[in-house]
Structures are given as structure tokens and as C-alpha cells.
């Protein structure tokens, strides 16, 4: 027999979000994640994704994944500190660390549980971090995890930052204090005002982590946010995703050699949950090395982000203030922003509505994503299938 309070909780709990149009209907794709896709059964220009360098459909990832699966099997068959640490685990780590110029890096099973790992491996409830408002919701559920205090400061506000980070140095309440940011914030495709955040961290002796998903394979020739800034030295936690511009799946810390050690001690999803596929790890190695060897991928994937981001500009768009590919078309009303997603899918583009909560409210945009894989017919289509909507419904 079922619990009649969980049965209560969710009925009552699922109603009510259907009833306020939140409850989202996941749509399932038919094809592979690339410049185009299929969903019930109709082809769509995919600007929803996050495969910036169109790598997680590439022909040399899938054949060393295949090779990998061949030589080591399906799964890693246990976690890393049992007997679940493979060859590949550590050529990927190696190459990571090489590729992001720090002396050491250790792989998780994904971004998310990098969060998890990282942050509460070093923090405790004695100590305070520092939070941009805008950080990722595993930023977020990661300092919870560790106890220490968080504070948040105003989004990328320096001042407030600051006056903050005095604030909770000179109170003599916590032994450390770190400040943590996203390199890219998702939503509105700005940067992380690094050179000033790392000046802040050395004023007040602060721990710097940086979340860098959506920088690493976009900027800083592929290394990320902190490599384009000149700064590889001078952050203490960089951390990637493996499914974003690399394409697989996995995450990542890098670091000196003595915080990696540590989180091999001591970080609870290394210890507890089983190690990357050989697969995974495999097919992220050949993306490092593509990387690596050729900005070719990057260059395609910010010419297409430039070329999108001029045409929806120019037939009238308020494309807000981004400085990376990732490309939002602010619409403002919430249900407008809805009704707007709908029309571009029923005229054949795939762009999905972001609203409140995820944004402040009165903010609702449709995010594009435009990728390497994208060929100019794909965004000229899309750039006037926008246009004809906008047309629709008054927007422009
Ligand atoms: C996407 C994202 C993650 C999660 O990465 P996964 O590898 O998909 O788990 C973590 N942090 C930030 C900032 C992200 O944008």
C-alpha cells in the first residue's frame, strides 16, 4: 500500500502548478542533440542546446568512445578509491589539468556533482561563503551542503562584493571565507568580472572558486573564463562541466596539486559513486585533444553566435547584454515570452522560454544557443522565422 500523505502531497502539489501553467512537459528528441532535431516526428532548428561545438554528435569522440567500451567494458564497475580508477580516468585528469594549466585535476560524474563534492570538502559551518545572486542551482545546493554561512552578494557588484567581503573577514566569526562564481552566467550569457574578483580575494585573503561550465571550449582559446582573463594562477577552484563544449558527460575540478589530493580523501561523490564510463572518459580525452590542436571549432561557433546575434538585432530584438555565444531574445511578459517559444516550434525553430523564477520576473526571454554545427542557411531560416513571429505578435 502506498502512503496516502505522499499521494495527498503530490496530487495536490502537481494540480497546483499545472493550474498555474508552471508544470513543464519535457518534449523527447528522436534524433541525436545536433544543429537540427526531431520531436514528434518534425524536424527543428535546435537553438536550445548546449553542445556548443557541435562535439557531442562528432565522428572521432563516438569512435574512441566505441574503442574505450571495447577495451574496458560498459562501466567502470566501482568507485575510484575501491578499484573503479581506469587508465582513461587518469589520461582524462592529466590532459584536464594540461588544458586549463594547473597542476592537477580530479573528474566527477558530472558538473553538478562537482558542486556537491568540492565546496563542503573544504568548507565547514565555521566558515562564510561569499555567492553571487546568480549563481547555478548546484552553487547553491553545494554551499548548503557544506553548513558554512552564505552570503550573497548583488549580481557581478564589486562594491557590494567588497563592503561584503570586509564585512565578514573583519567580524572574526569565520576561520575562512571563500567567494564563488559562475565564469558565464547562463542566462544572460554575461562574464564574471574576474580580474576585479580575484583582487577582492587578495585585499581579504578570500578562497576563489569559479564554476565555469559554460566558459571552458568558449573562451580563452577553449580553457575558459579564467584562462581568458590571464588568471590560471590565481583561482584557487576551477571547475568544468564535460557536457557542454566537450560533448559527453562528467565534471571536473582543477587545481594545485594539493587540493586534488584532497578531494580524493575527501570528497563524498569521488568516495561513494561509481567513476565515469570508460566511454565517457574516453570520447572527453579526444574532445581535449581536438581542443587542444585547433580553435577551429571556436571560431565557427562565435562566428555563428555573431551572425545570429546581428540578425535578431537588426530586425528589431532587444538581445540584452551578452558576452558569449549564448544569445537571449528578451520578450519581458512572462506569458507572452510562452506564447512566443510556441509559435518559433510550430514554425519550425527549437528555442525554449526561460521565466520567472529562473529569471526575475518582467525578464521572460526565449535563450538561443547557437553552435559550430549551425550552417548559415540554419540561422538565416531561424533569424526569419524569428521575424515573422515577432512580426505576430507585435514585438517588433
Ligand atoms: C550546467 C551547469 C552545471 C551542471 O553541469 P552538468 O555537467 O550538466 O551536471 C554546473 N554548474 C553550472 C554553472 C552550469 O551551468
Same mark, same amino acid.
Given at each position: 500500500?502506498?502512503?496516502?500523505?505522499?499521494?495527498?502531497?503530490?496530487?495536490?502539489?502537481?494540480?497546483?502548478?499545472?493550474?498555474?501553467?508552471?508544470?513543464?512537459?519535457?518534449?523527447?528528441?528522436?534524433?541525436?542533440?545536433?544543429?537540427?532535431?526531431?520531436?514528434?516526428?518534425?524536424?527543428?532548428?535546435?537553438?536550445?542546446?548546449?553542445?556548443?561545438?557541435?562535439?557531442?554528435?562528432?565522428?572521432?569522440?563516438?569512435?574512441?568512445?566505441?574503442?574505450?567500451?571495447?577495451?574496458?567494458?560498459?562501466?567502470?564497475?566501482?568507485?575510484?578509491?575501491?578499484?573503479?580508477?581506469?587508465?582513461?580516468?587518469?589520461?582524462?585528469?592529466?590532459?584536464?589539468?594540461?588544458?586549463?594549466?594547473?597542476?592537477?585535476?580530479?573528474?566527477?560524474?558530472?558538473?553538478?556533482?562537482?558542486?556537491?563534492?568540492?565546496?563542503?570538502?573544504?568548507?565547514?559551518?565555521?566558515?562564510?561563503?561569499?555567492?553571487?545572486?546568480?549563481?547555478?542551482?548546484?552553487?547553491?545546493?553545494?554551499?548548503?551542503?557544506?553548513?558554512?554561512?552564505?552570503?550573497?552578494?548583488?549580481?557581478?557588484?564589486?562594491?557590494?562584493?567588497?563592503?561584503?567581503?570586509?564585512?565578514?573577514?573583519?567580524?572574526?566569526?569565520?576561520?575562512?571565507?571563500?567567494?564563488? !562564481?559562475?565564469?558565464?552566467?547562463?542566462?544572460? $550569457? %554575461?562574464?564574471? +568580472?574576474?580580474?576585479?574578483?580575484? @583582487?577582492?580575494?587578495? *585585499?581579504?585573503?578570500?578562497?576563489?572558486?569559479?564554476?565555469?561550465?559554460?566558459?571552458?571550449?568558449?573562451?580563452?582559446?577553449?580553457?575558459?573564463?579564467?584562462?581568458?582573463?590571464?588568471?590560471?594562477?590565481?583561482?584557487?577552484?576551477?571547475?568544468?562541466?564535460?557536457?557542454?563544449?566537450?560533448?559527453?558527460?562528467?565534471?571536473?575540478?582543477?587545481?594545485?596539486?594539493?587540493?586534488?589530493?584532497?578531494?580524493?580523501?575527501?570528497?563524498?561523490?569521488?568516495?561513494?559513486?561509481?567513476?565515469?564510463?570508460?566511454?565517457?572518459?574516453?570520447?572527453?580525452?579526444?574532445?581535449?585533444?581536438?581542443?587542444?590542436?585547433?580553435?577551429?571549432?571556436?571560431?565557427?561557433?562565435?562566428?555563428?553566435?555573431?551572425?545570429?546575434?546581428?540578425?535578431?538585432?537588426?530586425?528589431?530584438?532587444?538581445?540584452?547584454?551578452?558576452? !558569449?555565444?549564448?544569445?537571449?531574445?528578451?520578450? $519581458? %511578459?512572462?506569458? +507572452?515570452?510562452?506564447?512566443?517559444? @510556441?509559435?518559433?516550434? *510550430?514554425?519550425?525553430?527549437?528555442?525554449?522560454?526561460?521565466?520567472?523564477?529562473?529569471?526575475?520576473?518582467?525578464?521572460?526571454?526565449?535563450?538561443?544557443?547557437?553552435?559550430?554545427?549551425?550552417?548559415?542557411?540554419?540561422?538565416?531560416?531561424?533569424?526569419?522565422?524569428?521575424?515573422?513571429?515577432?512580426?505576430?505578435?507585435?514585438?517588433?
Amino acid at each position: 500500500m502506498s502512503s496516502h500523505v505522499l499521494e495527498n502531497f503530490l496530487k495536490e502539489n502537481l494540480e497546483d502548478l499545472k493550474g498555474k501553467g508552471l508544470y513543464n512537459e519535457i518534449d523527447t528528441l528522436e534524433s541525436a542533440n545536433g544543429p537540427v532535431i526531431k520531436i514528434n516526428g518534425k524536424e527543428l532548428i535546435n537553438l536550445s542546446s548546449n553542445n556548443y561545438l557541435g562535439l557531442a554528435t562528432d565522428k572521432r569522440l563516438i569512435e574512441a568512445c566505441n574503442e574505450a567500451t571495447k577495451t574496458y567494458g560498459v562501466g567502470a564497475g566501482a568507485v575510484r578509491t575501491i578499484n573503479g580508477t581506469l587508465k582513461v580516468h587518469i589520461e582524462l585528469e592529466e590532459k584536464l589539468a594540461k588544458f586549463k594549466h594547473t597542476e592537477a585535476a580530479i573528474a566527477y560524474q558530472s558538473g553538478f556533482n562537482c558542486n556537491m563534492a568540492a565546496i563542503s570538502a573544504v568548507m565547514d559551518k565555521n566558515d562564510a561563503i561569499l555567492s553571487d545572486e546568480l549563481n547555478h542551482a548546484s552553487i547553491i545546493d553545494g554551499c548548503r551542503l557544506s553548513k558554512a554561512k552564505i552570503i550573497r552578494f548583488n549580481h557581478s557588484d564589486m562594491d557590494d562584493l567588497r563592503a561584503k567581503a570586509k564585512e565578514a573577514t573583519e567580524s572574526g566569526l569565520y576561520n575562512k571565507v571563500m567567494v564563488i !562564481t559562475d565564469g558565464v552566467f547562463s542566462m544572460d $550569457g %554575461d562574464i564574471a +568580472k574576474l580580474p576585479e574578483i580575484v @583582487k577582492i580575494a587578495e *585585499e581579504f585573503d578570500l578562497i576563489t572558486y569559479v564554476d565555469d561550465a559554460h566558459g571552458s571550449g568558449v573562451l580563452g582559446k577553449g580553457a575558459g573564463t579564467v584562462k581568458h582573463f590571464g588568471l590560471s594562477d590565481k583561482v584557487d577552484f576551477q571547475i568544468g562541466t564535460l557536457s557542454k563544449a566537450i560533448g559527453v558527460v562528467g565534471g571536473y575540478v582543477a587545481g594545485k596539486q594539493d587540493l586534488i589530493d584532497w578531494l580524493k580523501v575527501r570528497s563524498r561523490p569521488f568516495l561513494f559513486s561509481t567513476s565515469l564510463t570508460p566511454g565517457a572518459a574516453a570520447a572527453c580525452i579526444e574532445a581535449i585533444d581536438i581542443l587542444s590542436n585547433s580553435t577551429e571549432l571556436q571560431e565557427k561557433l562565435w562566428e555563428n553566435a555573431d551572425y545570429l546575434k546581428q540578425g535578431l538585432k537588426d530586425i528589431g530584438f532587444d538581445i540584452g547584454n551578452s558576452e !558569449t555565444p549564448i544569445t537571449p531574445v528578451i520578450i $519581458g %511578459d512572462e506569458v +507572452k515570452t510562452q506564447k512566443f517559444s @510556441k509559435r518559433l516550434n *510550430e514554425e519550425g525553430v527549437y528555442a525554449k522560454s526561460i521565466v520567472f523564477p529562473t529569471v526575475p520576473r518582467g525578464t521572460g526571454r526565449v535563450r538561443n544557443m547557437p553552435t559550430a554545427a549551425h550552417t548559415k542557411e540554419m540561422l538565416d531560416q531561424a533569424i526569419s522565422t524569428y521575424k515573422k513571429v515577432g512580426k505576430e505578435l507585435g514585438i517588433i
